[in-house]
Structures are given as C-alpha cells and as structure tokens.
C-alpha cells in the first residue's frame, strides 16, 4: 500500500488542528508549506544523527598514494574495512588529534587507519598509510535521508534519483552533445547526442543500463532503479555549455562530480514519527498550540529510534596490574572501582 508525502502532509494538517479532518482539505499554499517544513524536518537529521535508523553499505576504491576521499551525504561510519583477494582487513579510527597532529612519515602501504571529518555535503575519509596500490573499500554508517517530493511514494524501496529539469543547449541536428565521461550511470557511459530531454529518457528505457529506467515529467529527468539496488552517477563536468546539456540537481558543466544515490523507502514507525513531528513544527509555523496528544506521541517516537539508532556500546576493556606502566591508581579504585573504558 502507497503512503505519499501528500498524504503525510495531508495528516499532519489534520492531527495538528489547523485543517479540520471532517469539513477541510489543505489548500495549495498549505501543501506548499508542508514540502518545505518536511524536508527542513529531513535535512535537520544531519544534526541529530541518532534520528537515522537506517545503516547503509557503500563501497569503493583506494588509488594508489591518494590519502583522502570525498563520500557524498555521509554522516557517521560504524565500520571501514578493506580487501585483498577477497580477504577483508580490519581499519582502526584514529582520533582527529593523533591523526592530524602527530608526526608522520609519508609512507605507501596497507591503509590500516582512518578518520573522518563531517564537510558540506558528506564527509571526508582519510587513510594511513597512504595505498600502496588500489583497494576495494566497504563502509557500513549513517547517510543523510534524501529531501522528498509531494507525489512521492515514502513506503518505495526503489531508488530514485531526481536529476531536475534538463536544458539542451544548441540547436538541433548538434544540440544535447556529451561526449565520453561527460555522463555515466552505473558504469555505463550516456555519450551521445540528445536533440531533446525525451530522446535522453528515451535512449535510457532502451534498457542501456540494466535494472534503470527513466521517467520524464516535462523537463524534469528522475532516474528509478529496482527494489534494493543503488544509482551511481559520475561526470567530469567538462560539458561544452553551448551544445551540450544539464541538470538542475546534478550539474554537468562545474567540475568532476560523483553522487551515490540509495534505496529511499521508510519504515512505517519513520512515516509516523515523520508525521508527529511535521505536525508539531507546522503548529510553529501557524502559531497554534500544539495539541498534547501530538507531543507525548512525538517524544514516545524520538525514545524508540534514538535508542535503536544509537544503541550503547557495553564493551569492557581489561587493564593489567602486572604492567610497568600501568594506569591504575588510588583514584581508579576509590572512585572508578577498577572499572574503564
């Protein structure tokens, strides 16, 4: 069953009081607002990571001699490890301190450490030592939940990827050029000549790049994989702006660019909490009281995925007294009875 981001919004107007259920409908203006605070609501969960229950795989390569990688939309990473014939290798985080600020040779081997460091758009990881030669990489961790549109199936375990309204720049038979490297989906290089955004889509639905399909909806291009699989987009961004094409989401004319883009259905319990805490932060937006009901049930949502989210870590650590360096002393005992972490 189809739970959209209209009927989201619908019920939150309801449960919040300021459309009556029974003799009202939210106006245009009303969903409008709605879309916008909803995606406020999903984009504040970069703050509040422990508001994402969801850990995803993402994989990719080392390069040889290179330290650092931009992963797009990354907020937290629970494990990083890396291969070699198929053998996964365990990495160890090193604080930003003993990372950034110790001494260190510049050195190619295997990368047994990292850091992470949160930036506009993702996250940086950085490796040492530096690859000696190209690994593949596999991280577990949170990412960002991707902002929503009104017709939009919440409940969808399909990927989609909103590329936004395309221009063709020049005129036909030599408009819409790309050349090689200018767009590849999944590996599969778009280069080609797209007189119009429908030869684009069109060429897409051949079936071109397996388990993708294409929906154009006036100029505006949403690229759709199956249930479970991923959408990778590459470009070198050296599009020629006068017989080339673009995207309002995915530029292709300013620099090299890669976006990872993953399944984006939610759980039920999501939807619901999404829902109480639209309803509440309308209520801001309208300057109405917020309805008891919808506090208590919001705050009972928060407690449950911020547990399940952020789940303690009770590992225990064991501290010899047989050391000559050992770090126990009568504070340890008085105060910490012999316990660390």
Do not use: H
Request: some cysteine.
């Amino acid at each position: 069953m189809a739970y959209t981001v209209t009927n989201l919004v619908t019920d939150a107007f309801f449960i919040s009081g300021i459309v009556s259920r029974d003799f009202e409908r939210p106006t245009g203006a009303q969903f409008e607002v709605g879309l916008n605070v909803l995606n406020n609501i999903i984009s504040d969960k970069t703050i509040e990571s422990d508001m994402i229950p969801y850990y995803t795989k993402y994989t990719f390569n080392a390069i040889a001699g290179v330290e650092t990688y931009f992963i797009p939309n990354l907020e937290a990473i629970d494990t990083l490890v890396f291969f070699i014939d198929g053998v996964r290798y365990q990495m160890r985080e090193i604080d930003r301190i003993q990372f950034r600020g110790s001494p260190r040779a510049k050195v190619s081997s295997l990368p047994f450490n990292w850091n992470l460091e949160k930036c506009l758009g993702g996250a940086l990881i950085s490796l040492y030592f530096f690859p000696n030669e190209a690994y593949p990489m596999e991280l577990w961790g949170l990412f960002r939940l991707a902002s929503v549109a009104l017709n939009q199936d919440l409940l969808s375990t399909s990927t989609m990827a909103n590329l936004g309204t395309v221009t063709i720049f020049g005129t036909s038979p030599t408009a819409g050029i790309l050349t090689s490297g200018e767009l590849v989906v999944n590996g599969i290089d778009l280069a080609g000549i797209y007189n119009t955004p429908a030869a684009l889509a069109s060429y897409i639905n051949t079936g071109i790049i397996p388990n993708v399909s294409a929906l154009l909806v006036g100029s505006n291009l949403t690229l759709t994989a199956i249930p479970g699989a991923s959408i990778n987009i590459l470009t070198l961004g050296t599009v020629d702006p006068l017989v080339g094409l673009n995207f309002s989401n995915f530029s292709l004319l300013t620099g090299v660019r890669a976006s990872t883009f993953a399944p984006t259905g939610l759980d039920e319990f999501y939807t619901s909490y999404l829902k109480f805490s639209l309803a509440d932060r309308l209520c801001t937006e309208y300057n109405f009281i917020v309805p008891p009901g919808v506090v208590k049930q919001l705050e009972q949502y928060q407690r449950w995925i911020s547990k399940r989210s952020g789940g303690l870590d009770l590992n225990t650590q064991l501290l010899s007294t047989l050391q000559g360096t050992s770090a126990f002393n009568y504070a340890t005992v008085n105060l910490g009875l012999g316990w660390t972490i």
